[in-house]
């Protein structure tokens, strides 16, 4: 699950840097409810996120359909600021009995 996050992590914050004109992204990791980690990616700019259309040639436009493929689900939340873009990960159990 580590690796997911991190890649989630990665696609993310390059979408937010690089299709924002925001300086500053803010990266957040919850655990909404049992057994569910929620990786979300926060700037000012409220345009929504789109998925691309990357051929095989393309050397870009896979993002969020690799975040897709490797979260449960993705999503975004508007805010009066800007919007969060989010994906969230099934934790297994063996991950999820670690202390905090």
Known sequence: MAENGV???AELVNNAVR????RVVRVRVTRPA???VRIGVADRCRDTPQRGH?????ESG?????VEALSRRWGYDRKHWG???WAE????ATEASGAC
């Open 89 to 92: 990960l099934e934790v297994q």
């Open 7 to 9: 890649q989630i992590v």
């Open 62 to 66: 896979r993002g969020l359909s690799l």
């Open 54 to 58: 990357a051929d095989d040639e393309s």
């Open 19 to 22: 299709h924002t004109r925001c």
């Open 34 to 36: 049992e057994g569910v």
């Open 83 to 85: 919007k969060v873009v």
